[in-house]
Nanobody, 121 residues
Framework: QVQLVESGGGLVQAGGSLRLSCAASGRISRINAMGWYRQAPGKQRELVAVITPGGSTTYASSLKGRFTISRDNAKNTVWLQMDSLKPEDTAVYYC???????????????WGQGTQVTVSS
């Protein structure tokens, strides 16, 4: 009913940049917060960044300002600009959206399939 599709992952050297995109589609009534999470092999999934419809943002403290999240409410799209990448950033990055559908009024967290980001040293 609702799909989130990520793109933009890949392989970069340490210090490089990537820009991830995520587009939501389906019978969407409203999208509340959207965010990015990541999970490295054998590690727990962790929050990277989240953004509200009004543009308020929250970042994981460990990122120290290297990442920037943005969104376009009209296009149901969220981006993650990743700069000064480090090998420790290597993970599968997942897009998340808290979405209410036309069929149900309550919100539900939808997830994308994930996109691989690999940072080489």
């Amino acid at each position: 009913q609702v799909q989130l599709v990520e793109s933009g992952g890949g392989l970069v050297q340490a210090g490089g940049s990537l820009r991830l995109s995520c587009a939501a589609s389906g019978r969407i009534s409203r999208i509340n917060a959207m965010g990015w999470y990541r999970q490295a092999p054998g590690k727990q999934r962790e929050l990277v960044a989240v953004i509200t419809p009004g543009g308020s943002t929250t970042y994981a403290s460990s990122l120290k300002g290297r990442f920037t999240i943005s969104r376009d409410n009209a296009k149901n799209t969220v981006w993650l600009q990743m700069d000064s990448l480090k090998p420790e950033d290597t993970a599968v990055y997942y897009c998340n959206g808290r979405i209410s559908t036309m069929a149900f009024g309550n919100e539900y967290d939808y997830w994308g399939q994930g996109t691989q980001v690999t940072v080489s040293s």
